[in-house]
């Protein structure tokens, strides 16, 4: 009666264990689906703080070097409004992406993960450099101005364009080769006019993109 027992028990073990790995793979798929679908409906908003993070943050450095005779850089102030306005637009697309992703892990976290790696260790290599080129003797018109305003514009630019082919998503490979192209045009504007480049430019491109977006997904 025991082995009868045994036997039975061992049998529901062995069905549960067959069902669980196809449970699992399906529970995946639709937490998969589920995200992508979201992330659609969140890259709207995501772009558009963004967009107006970006137009408010680099137009209030354009307004405080406006005018300067010798180029002198831009002022703390107006600094400090473009790291409030990136950080409150950082806030929104991370709680934002977060809710949309909720549940699902693996490999698509590990993405995830590499992206902002990536993004924070360029903008870390890219305050490095415009120390050392400060050091070299570099005027402040090359060093805060055309380098502070483009280099972090192409760092941007590059790490969108690397994870759009991860992601296979047409609105961040579009986004990335817009702003590679605002940073390498917007340098030859000066150090005056980098900035309103960049605020002008960069921003609207997040702004088309979440315009544009949904619909560019949408046949991927």
Do not use: C
């Amino acid at each position: 009666m025991n082995e009868d027992v045994d036997m039975k028990d061992g049998a529901g073990l062995d069905d549960g264990a067959d069902l669980d790995p196809q449970g699992a793979a399906a529970i995946m798929q639709e937490a998969g689906e589920r995200a992508r679908r979201e992330l659609r409906v969140s890259h709207p908003v995501t772009f558009i703080a963004g967009g107006v993070a970006w137009l408010l943050g680099y137009g209030a450095i354009w307004f405080s070097v406006r005018g300067q005779h010798p180029y002198q850089g831009p002022a703390p102030e107006a600094a400090v409004i473009q790291v409030v306005l990136v950080g409150f637009a950082v806030a929104i697309a991370a709680s934002v992406i977060g809710r949309a992703t909720s549940g699902v892990g693996g490999l698509s976290m590990v993405q995830r993960r590499i992206s902002i790696l990536a993004l924070a260790i360029g903008i870390i290599a890219v305050l490095v450099l415009e120390a050392a080129i400060d050091h070299a003797g570099a005027s402040r018109a090359v060093v805060f101005g055309v380098y502070q305003a483009a280099a972090p514009v192409l760092v941007a630019g590059v790490v969108y364009v690397a994870s759009s082919a991860v992601r296979l998503s047409w609105t961040m490979l579009g986004l990335g080769l817009w702003l590679v192209a605002v940073a390498a045009g917007g340098a030859f504007a000066g150090p005056v006019g980098v900035w309103a480049v960049t605020a002008l430019a960069g921003g609207l491109g997040y702004l088309l993109m979440a315009a544009l977006g949904p619909a560019l997904d949408r046949h991927q």
